[in-house]
Structure formats: C-alpha cells, structure tokens
C-alpha cells in the first residue's frame, strides 16, 4: 500500500496535478543526489527514514506541512530510484549489451573539453593539443588557450608579434563528444555545449556586440550598456544588455529554446518583439511563431554544470542529447516508444552505459557496438 501511494504520488507529478506542496516534496527528492537498492529490509527501511528526515531537515517536516502521505510511503517511493538516477515508468528492465571485441573499448566514455578554432585565414587549429598557448596577437589582446579547456581574450602591451586585422572574425566549434568555454574580448563568458558552433568578431568594435550560434550555448554576458549585445539564431536575434540565459537551437531540432536565468532579453524576429523574464523560455519554431514559457531555469543549463536534466522528457529529445554528448549514431529498430517520458538526472561525466540505466524500466533492449547505439523493444 505504501509504494502505491508513492507510485500515486509520483504519477501525479508527471501529470502535472500536484499541489505546491506535493511538487516541493517530490522535486526534493529528485535533488538528493542519493538513493537506495531495491531489496530493502525492515531496518534497512527504517534506517533510510530518518537519513531521509535528516536531507530533508525542517523543509518536509509534518508539522509545519501537514500531508496525508506517511514518511514510509517516502521510503517506499526512494526504493524506486537507484544509482542516484529518478524515474518511473511501469515496465521491466532494459537490458544493456555490449558487442565489442575483447580487446576494443567495452563503453563509450563522456565528452570532454574539445573544439577547434578557426582563424580570420581560415586556419584551424585543434585546442585540445595545443593547451597553454598564444593562438592570436592582436592590439591590446592575446587569444590565449587554456589547459583547462578554455579561450580567453587576456589584454597585453605586447608588441613584439604580428597584429591581427581588429575586423577579424573567429569562429570555434565544438564536435560531438566536446565542449569548450570562451572569454570574449568584452568579458562575456561562453560555455559552448557540443556539436555546436560560435562566431563572433576578434574586437567589438562596432556600436553593438554581434555573435552568431548554431547548436546550444550558455551566456554570461558583461555589461555594457553603449553596445547591446546580440545572439544571431537563425532568423532570431536575441538582444541583451548584460544577463545570462541559455540558447538551444540545433539544426535536427523542430525548435529554438531561448531561457533566461537573470536580466533581461527581447527576441527580435521580423516585426515581432518578445521581452523575457526570468525563469521563462522562449520556444521559436520553423514559422517564427513565438511562445513563452514558465519554466526551472536550472533544467536548461544542466548541461553547463555537469548533468543530464529530464523532466517529462522524450525517449527521442533524451537520445539526441546522448547521441551528441557521447558521439554515437543511434539507431531504432521495430516499434520503439520514442514519444514515451522520463523523469531523471544524471551526471555528464559517467560512460553511457550508465547513462542508459536511466531508462532501465523502459522495456527496451540497448546494445553498444562502438560508437553505435541500436535500440530494440525487449
């Protein structure tokens, strides 16, 4: 009876009919960070209770919320969870296999800090093997690679190397399997998430700051109010004047996902103006048609801190995001559920083997053949 009520409440989370309160207990959960197996004892149980009430401290305490849930129906619903990854989906366990040789990689391993710069000359240079290294002199700046998988624009007296024309344009781009952060000249900060691209002038020296993205991109922008500063996407310019947000527009997507975390921004599209706040995202589609959202800005900017974020989301949205983190091809065979939800969170850099248990009650088969992921109904 105490999981039913925990599988409940848990359903009614995914439908979005929790109250305030139901939402704040299960969404705490889901941020612990912890859980536990599957074959509890009475006392392993009682044991998980009160580390539970302690995580929880004064936030869930019965007195000051009153709910008709016991904490054993709480405990109930933890055993649910395991590995530190949350979901609930009412189907037997996937089966992950590997068909690689004995001597090959039996995992895929996460994606780490790469990209490529690409000079004014259309010069490429691979970043990941040039780590501590001056790549561009120019009047007042060095472009400086970082071993910690960064770009930054660092200013300097310098004059003993050839400048770079200031109209110069720069462009780094990231592959599956990589990302990277840069410094712009102006102090803006960028994580750029893989598969993705950014160009953007060598000096803002124009009365704006222009950049253009493909793929997705995390901003901290410097503040200036004499230069806006303008994200091209597509047919949308996202325009702000010092603010973070997060913009999400590959090309395989039907969408353009624009989410603001603090400031504020106006997407421009055509005629159309649209003023963000925070904690809203804005959803462009092919048309340019415009939607605004509510929604955790948290969620959109996993990625930048390390985790997979899924809420309600998609069998095929939470493939692609594999497929581009982990740099495989994924590959459906017969009748698979793509359209089908998931609730779960789990750090980026974990093999994908264990990404996949993820979706461990899915009723899907995965098997791992290099870097191709085939997924099959069980």
Not at 187 to 211: C, D, H, I, M, Q
Request: charged share 25%.
């Amino acid at each position: 009876m105490q999981q039913d009520q925990a599988k409940e409440l848990f359903l009614k989370y995914q439908s979005g009919k929790c109250t305030d309160q139901e939402k704040a207990i299960v969404e705490k959960w889901l941020n612990l960070g912890e859980a536990t197996p599957f074959n509890l004892t009475n006392a392993e149980l009682s044991k998980n209770l009160k580390d539970l009430d302690q995580k929880l401290d004064l936030e869930l305490n019965i007195k000051k919320h009153p709910f008709n849930y016991s904490f054993a129906a709480f405990a109930a619903f933890l055993i649910l969870f395991s590995l530190g990854l949350y979901f609930y989906v009412s189907k037997p366990r996937a089966n992950v296999t590997n068909t690689a040789s004995p001597s090959s990689v039996r995992d895929v391993d996460p994606g780490s800090n790469m990209a490529t710069f690409v000079s004014n000359t259309g010069k490429k240079v691979n970043l990941k093997e040039v780590p501590d290294q001056i790549l561009v002199h120019q009047k007042g700046f060095n472009l400086f690679n970082t071993k910690e998988g960064q770009l930054v624009y660092r200013s300097t007296s310098k004059a003993d190397l050839p400048l770079e024309n200031p109209l110069a344009i720069h462009t780094v781009f990231t592959p599956r399997g990589g990302q990277y952060q840069i410094v712009l000249p102006d102090g803006t900060k960028v994580w750029l998430n893989s598969a993705s691209s950014l160009e953007y002038p060598a000096l803002f020296t124009a009365n704006e700051r222009r950049v253009e993205l493909k793929g997705e991109a995390y901003f901290e922008v410097a503040k200036n109010a004499a230069k806006p500063f303008k994200v091209i996407v597509n047919s949308t310019t996202v325009k702000v004047l010092g603010t973070h947000f997060n913009v999400m527009a590959y090309a395989d997507d039907q969408v353009t996902k624009t989410t603001l975390l603090e400031g504020s921004v106006q997407l421009e599209n055509g005629t159309k103006i649209n003023t963000l706040k925070p904690g809203q995202q804005a959803i462009v589609n092919k048309d340019g048609d415009v939607r605004l959202i509510t929604v955790d800005p948290e969620q959109a900017v996993a990625w930048k801190n390390g985790y997979f974020s899924f809420n309600r989301t998609s069998l095929k949205e939470i493939m692609k995001q594999l497929s581009r983190w982990y740099n495989v091809d994924v590959i459906y065979k017969g009748k698979v559920p793509i359209d089908e939800e998931f609730v779960g969170k789990i750090k980026r850099d974990a093999p994908l083997s264990k990404a996949l248990d993820i979706l461990q009650f899915s009723g899907l088969r995965f098997e791992i053949t290099g870097h191709q992921l085939t997924i099959t109904p069980k």
